[in-house]
């Protein structure tokens, strides 16, 4: 079956260090994996988007990697701060035509100070 | 408008009794989205509408629900005889509808069954 995993339901992190968060996924071939943000009682907002040909991607303190062999692509957070702590969905988009995006249960991270 | 926008925010209503909730896309977005989130769950894919092509309705949980989107703009969730288990966040979402696009999500709507 076709499964998509963040590997923990919640992270902690000292506030300055790296937050290092992962997706993996299953029997799909996703042609764009994408990382949004959620915050307490508001909608994900868009991140980053990185193609299956690209191995990284970098946006300010987010980096972000896929493997296709791996499956899997990791999410970083450099030198973190508190008002990052937020959930981190991933989000598969299979470029199969009428195929919605398939989101990951996220990934809860709170920096402390 | 400027973003998704979703009406009712919030809404209160007895088991059993039918809910209708609102979404108004980004202008220009042919792809439209509803997503239901369950508390400290994760997005749980409802229906989607892809301009003129009939709807992918595979996540609707049961007969229960159903959406129409008029006019490729204005969306329309409608729940019948609701139960306590459909209490969650409606999210609605749109994007331009080529696969790689960013898909805009509104702030959702949440329904409460008591």
């Known amino acids: 079956s076709q499964k998509i995993e963040q590997n923990s339901e919640a992270l902690n992190i000292q506030e300055g260090k790296t937050a290092t968060l992962t997706c993996n996924y299953t029997n799909y071939s996703p042609a764009y994996l994408q990382w949004y943000r959620q915050d307490p009682g508001r909608g994900p907002v868009f991140l980053l988007l990185i193609r299956e040909n690209e191995k990284e991607k970098r946006k300010e303190r987010l980096k972000v990697t896929f493997d296709t062999t791996l499956k899997q692509s990791l999410f970083h957070i450099t030198a973190s701060q508190p008002a990052d702590s937020a959930t981190y969905l991933c989000a598969l988009d299979t470029m199969s035509g009428n195929t919605p995006l398939v989101f990951g249960k996220g990934t809860r991270l709170s920096v402390i100070a | 408008g400027a973003g998704v926008s979703q009406s009712p925010s919030n809404k209160v209503t007895e088991k059993g009794k039918d809910v209708e909730l609102r979404c108004d896309p980004i202008s220009g977005h042919t792809a439209l989205y509803w997503y239901r989130q369950s508390l400290g769950q994760g997005l749980e894919f409802l229906i989607y509408?892809?301009?003129?092509?009939?709807?992918?309705k595979s996540g609707l949980p049961s007969d229960r629900f159903s959406a129409e989107r008029t006019g490729g703009s204005v969306s329309t969730l409608t729940i019948q005889r609701t139960q306590q288990e459909d209490s969650a966040v409606y999210l609605c979402a749109s994007s331009l509808g080529d696969s790689g696009n960013t898909i805009y999500f509104g702030e959702g709507s949440w329904l409460t069954v008591v």
């Open positions: 509408f892809q301009g003129n092509s009939a709807p992918d």
